[in-house]
């Protein structure tokens, strides 16, 4: 199983670890039972504060390479930064609104907090306003992610920050984790061309390197590491499948370049020992 930065195993969802104690940072009305489950439970929306009138006296419009999305959306982060939908995909151009929705995806139907909101976009170099410019940018990302026909945007403000709701099928990183986990269960009851399966449509999302424009604050930061340790796990799990499977021919090319590629995850090499010495036999 590969391991974080911290050495503790990579598990497979988003965000690894989130404690009770932060859980009640960002959903102060929630009940004990939900933050528990890892629940939003009651947050508490309030009315949206339009601030484009501030927007408007020195701050600047955001940019989109193509329209707002219309109807259901996707949003992709295994790689740069996309939101689909069935026309196409589209794509933010000012960096600021990427860095802002990333960090929504990353924490998808998670509160945000102001705080953290701030340090992602200006780090310890924030303007006066900063405030008011996070609520401009805020707005223009709702308008960008509304749907045709629909009143309610997936944005929504609460007393503790923002949260961006998505459905679990909408964000590629969700249906990364799901697949990971279902290869992990299959290859635990020795399901293995399952677990192949699912580790190869796992890995198939990845469009790496992800985010590769918007490094730099703590958000995007720690979710690239994790991503990359998980993906690795990932890699690790398929190749001890195709072995049981004795796929072992077609692992030799791959094997080689993970150990160049990763010169200290001992298990490539072990792998590829194994692979060997079933040519011997």
Known sequence: ?????????????????????????????????????GRPGRVRELPEKDPLPAARNG?????????????????????????????????????????????????????????????????????????????????QLRKFLGRAGEPDSPMVTCRAGYFLRVASDEVD?????????????????????????????????????????????PIVNQFVTWLEEARLECIELLNESKLVLGRHREMVGNLYSLTVEHPFREIFYRQLMLRGAVDVR
């Open 1 to 37: 199983m590969g391991r974080g930065s911290t050495g503790q195993p990579v598990t497979g969802s988003w965000p690894p670890g989130l404690a009770l104690a932060q859980l009640r940072e960002n959903w102060p009305d929630a009940r004990v039972s939900d933050l528990s489950a």
């Open 173 to 217: 990183l969700h249906t990364f984790t799901r697949l990971l986990q279902d290869g992990r269960g299959h290859a635990r009851t020795g399901q293995h061309e399952d677990a192949r399966a699912a580790f190869e449509a796992a890995l198939n999302l990845y469009r790496g390197p992800a985010l590769p424009d918007l490094y730099g604050g």
């Open 59 to 139: 701050g600047r419009e955001a940019s989109f390479r193509s329209g707002p999305p219309q109807g259901q959306l996707s949003y992709q982060i295994l790689g740069p930064l996309l939101v689909g939908n069935g026309d196409g995909r589209h794509s933010i151009s000012a960096r600021k609104l990427q860095v802002l929705l990333a960090a929504f995806l990353i924490n998808s139907n998670l509160v945000v907090t102001v705080d953290r909101l701030r340090t992602e976009i200006w780090g310890n170099a924030a303007p006066r306003r900063a405030a008011t410019a996070l609520q401009v940018y805020v707005s």
